[in-house]
T-cell receptor, first 114, second 116 residues
Framework: AQSVAQPEDQVNVAEGNPLTVKCTYS??????LFWYVQYPNRGLQFLLK??????LVKGSYGFEAEFNKSQTSFHLKKPSALVSDSALYFC????????????FGQGTELSVKP | GAVVSQHPSRVICKSGTSVKIECRSL??????MFWYRQFPKQSLMLMAT?????????EQGVEKDKFLINHASLTLSTLTVTSAHPEDSSFYIC????????????FGNGTRLTVT
């Protein structure tokens, strides 16, 4: 079965510092991996995806993620955090065998302090 | 970009009544839509996959008679919570697929259901 795990419930960083939100995956075959962000009482906004190709993927709002096949990881990164980045972040894998549903990690709450 | 509209954004209903939530793809056709449920500060739990013109596929443990899903057109799926109870209070989010599996799903803004 396809799954993703986010080992940290919460990540705290100071504004201007780099941030990393961790994600590991377990899939059969090549993974289709996604990162989404959720602000309070809102739906999910797409940040970036990895399908194939370059292991470093750049996305919206200055975020990027690095696909590491040997470590089965897809960590989300940003060189310089903003207070407005504070939100709930979800890593997800697309299950191509079951109608294309997205399977989400547990979510990581990012808090960026001034 | 692809937009998914979900309505209502917030609803309060009395125990025993039914509530309908609509999910519309505004600028694309969606043969498949997904309904998720989310508890506070938790992950999204897939409830069902809605397929246009056919019956929805429910995840294990989700009562199909309680959570009725209809996907009558390529731009509209509805979720009806029947005979709602306080434990059904939650945040419900729909999403739709505009392209293939290597494309992101597009999400509505969610519906906050409170059953009193």
């Amino acid at each position: 079965a396809q799954s993703v795990a986010q080992p940290e419930d919460q990540v705290n960083v100071a504004e201007g510092n780099p941030l990393t939100v961790k994600c590991t995956y377990s899939v059969s075959g090549n993974p289709y991996l996604f990162w989404y962000v959720q602000y309070p009482n809102r739906g999910l906004q797409f940040l970036l995806k990895y399908i194939t190709g370059d292991n470093l993927v750049k996305g919206s709002y200055g975020f990027e993620a690095e696909f590491n096949k040997s470590q089965t990881s897809f960590h989300l990164k940003k060189p310089s955090a903003l207070v407005s980045d504070s939100a709930l972040y979800f890593c997800a894998v697309r299950d191509r065998g079951q109608g294309g549903k997205l399977i989400f990690g547990q979510g990581t709450e990012l808090s960026v302090k001034p | 970009g692809a937009v998914v509209s979900q309505h209502p954004s917030r609803v309060i209903c009395k125990s025993g009544t039914s509530v309908k939530i609509e999910c519309r793809s505004l600028d694309f056709q969606a043969t498949t839509m997904f309904w998720y449920r989310q508890f506070p500060k938790q992950s999204l739990m897939l409830m069902a996959t809605s397929n246009e013109g056919s019956k929805a596929t429910y995840e294990q443990g989700v009562e199909k008679d309680k959570f009725l899903i209809n996907h009558a057109s390529l731009t509209l799926s509805t979720l009806t919570v029947t005979s709602a109870h306080p434990e059904d209070s939650s945040f419900y989010i729909c999403s739709a697929n505009s392209e293939g599996y290597n494309s992101p799903l597009h999400f509505g803004n969610g519906t906050r259901l409170t059953v009193t």
